[in-house]
């Protein structure tokens, strides 16, 4: 009788444990919306017309008497509002491990979020900077939701678990991305059939991906559970938490290996996904309808690329799987160089392997630092590893710009990204990630 009460409670466990998973998996499905019809699509060229509407003879506007060129407005709020998520995470992070809720913390950043975009539906007229306002508020916020997201991952997932987990969760979010881009791009390309102007199409289409991330974290604050805190050694306020923070990570130089190697190479996906659409513009001289189509075909093919790798991390371990997937971005990237100009097919198949390694290498990343995370830190580790991805994206960026600027090519632009995938892949693969994980406090599974 005993044992059979055993084996029903762990069933329960189990049971809940996979209501948690799914909950927790549709908070991608809510948020990614905004990287790919907003941040990716729509807002970037809108808000730089909006800007325009509003530059004096010379070309420029004047947000708190800066005079700023009106084509670099929406670049330069990216990067404020990457200043600010950077400033908050921390703060944010030490704040959920130290209470051990995160979930208000979870509602107060998705629905900031969620409210900023579907404000995005006043952009009309002049109003540059209302824009940028709600781009920073609206992308910092994502960064903070992405961060305590994450940082369940741990909790909600056993070591042999987690990188099917993960996998499943970009899936999710790859696949919502890709469902409202078609209904979007079905509003915008047949916006006067629905009676709309072509800018009242373009701000349903920002407001709407605001309702989306709304209306769908509903889902994971109902079905993701607050937990007590491991640990209450972490009660300094505000930065000087985050001091402590930073130096009980030099306490894992492993982990801070594997945060470097992943910053590197990351910042590479980062920068390819930003300036593909710019190669495939000037430097092959493709239409914007071809650009969005293989925008929307990278979206389809990362849900089953994430899923794939996912796969492979189960027999061949999360770390190799990476370390392939690396190559075959450097390979991507190498045959990008070659693609001729004026042919939309090749293009295609350049977006097609994007989206089969992007989800998967970013997926696995995540549940393989979920192992090199100690006990009751979550979120604290989570908001530096966030920060390496959105704080630090401006080195591809850079190294993209001063390549074009010395040799006038984006050819040779796009082949210089090749660096980050393989000074990440030598970098990871001097990680020993057993060793890794056995200093964090963590129980190393049987393939990682």
Same mark, same amino acid.
């Not at 809510?30 to 017309?49: H, K």
């Not at 909600?156 to 990188?163: F, G, L, M, Q, V």
């Not at 040779?412 to 995938?421: E, G, H, N, R």
């Given at each position: 009788m005993g044992t059979d009460t055993v084996r029903a409670g762990a069933a329960d466990e189990a049971a809940d444990r996979r209501r948690e998973q799914r909950g927790w998996y549709f908070y991608d499905?809510?948020?990614?919306?905004?990287?790919?019809?907003?941040?990716?699509?729509?807002?970037? $060229?809108?808000?730089?017309?909006? +800007?325009?509407?509003?530059?004096?003879?010379?070309?420029?506007?004047?947000?708190l008497g800066i005079p700023v060129r009106a084509g670099s407005f929406f670049a330069y709020s990216v990067s404020l509002s990457v200043i600010v998520a950077?400033?908050?995470?921390?703060?944010? =992070?030490?704040?959920?491990?130290?209470? =051990?809720?995160?979930?208000?913390?979870?509602?107060?950043?998705?629905?900031?979020?969620? +409210?900023?975009?579907?404000?995005? &539906?006043?952009l009309g007229g002049d109003r540059y900077l209302l824009g940028g306002v709600l781009l920073i508020v609206a992308n910092a916020a994502q960064s903070v939701g992405m961060m305590l997201y994450n940082s369940y991952l741990p909790q *909600?997932? $056993?070591?042999?678990?987690?990188?099917a987990v993960s996998s499943k969760g970009w899936a999710f979010g790859y696949a919502s991305g890709a469902l409202v881009l078609v209904v979007n791009l079905v509003l915008y390309m047949g916006h006067d059939s629905f009676g709309l102007s072509e800018? +009242?199409?373009?701000? *349903?289409?920002?407001?709407?991906?605001?309702?989306?991330?709304?209306?769908?974290?509903? *889902?994971?604050?109902?079905?993701?559970?607050d937990r007590r805190p491991a640990t209450r050694e972490s009660t300094a306020p505000g930065f000087r938490q985050l001091a402590a923070t930073v130096r009980d990570m030099r306490r894992h130089p492993l982990t801070l290996a594997f945060l470097l190697a992943y910053l590197i190479y990351n910042d590479g996906i980062q920068t390819v996904i930003s300036q593909a659409s710019l190669y495939g513009s000037e430097?092959?001289?493709?239409?914007?309808s071809t650009l969005i189509a293989a925008v929307l075909l990278v979206q389809v093919l990362a849900v089953a690329g994430a899923l794939a790798l996912g796969r492979l991390a189960r027999t061949y371990g999360a770390k190799r799987t990476i370390l392939g997937s690396l190559?075959?971005?450097?390979?991507?990237?190498?045959?990008? &160089?070659?693609?001729?100009?004026?042919?939309?097919?090749?293009?295609?198949?350049?977006?097609?392997? *994007?989206?089969?390694?992007?989800?998967?290498?970013?997926?696995?990343?995540?549940?393989? &630092?979920?192992?090199?995370?100690?006990?009751?830190?979550?979120?604290?580790?989570?908001?530096?590893?966030?920060?390496?991805?959105?704080g630090m994206s401006w080195l591809g960026p850079l190294l993209f710009g001063v390549t074009y600027q010395l040799t006038g090519s984006y050819r040779?632009?796009?082949?210089?990204?090749?660096?980050?995938?393989v000074l990440g892949f030598a970098l990871l693969a001097r990680v020993p990630v057993r060793r890794a994980i056995s200093d964090a406090g963590n129980p190393v599974p049987e393939r990682i």
């Open positions: 499905w809510a948020c990614s919306v905004y990287s790919t019809s907003v941040l990716t699509v729509f807002l970037g $060229p809108y808000l730089t017309s909006v +800007a325009k509407n509003a530059a004096d003879g010379d070309g420029y506007v004047h947000p950077v400033l908050v995470m921390p703060l944010v =992070g030490a704040a959920a491990d130290r209470s =051990g809720r995160k979930k208000p913390l979870l509602a107060a950043a998705a629905y900031t979020g969620a +409210a900023a975009t579907t404000g995005m &539906f006043f *909600i997932a $056993p070591p042999e678990e987690r990188d800018s +009242a199409a373009v701000r *349903i289409c920002l407001a709407s991906a605001g309702l989306w991330w709304g209306a769908f974290t509903l *889902i994971p604050l109902r079905r993701l559970h430097e092959l001289d493709l239409g914007q190559v075959a971005w450097a390979v991507v990237l190498g045959a990008g &160089f070659f693609l001729p100009a004026g042919a939309p097919g090749w293009f295609f198949v350049l977006a097609a392997g *994007i989206g089969l390694v992007l989800g998967g290498s970013q997926a696995l990343s995540r549940s393989l &630092f979920s192992h090199l995370v100690p006990p009751g830190k979550e979120a604290e580790y989570f908001s530096a590893y966030e920060m390496s991805d959105r040779d632009a796009i082949i210089s990204l090749v660096t980050f995938f």
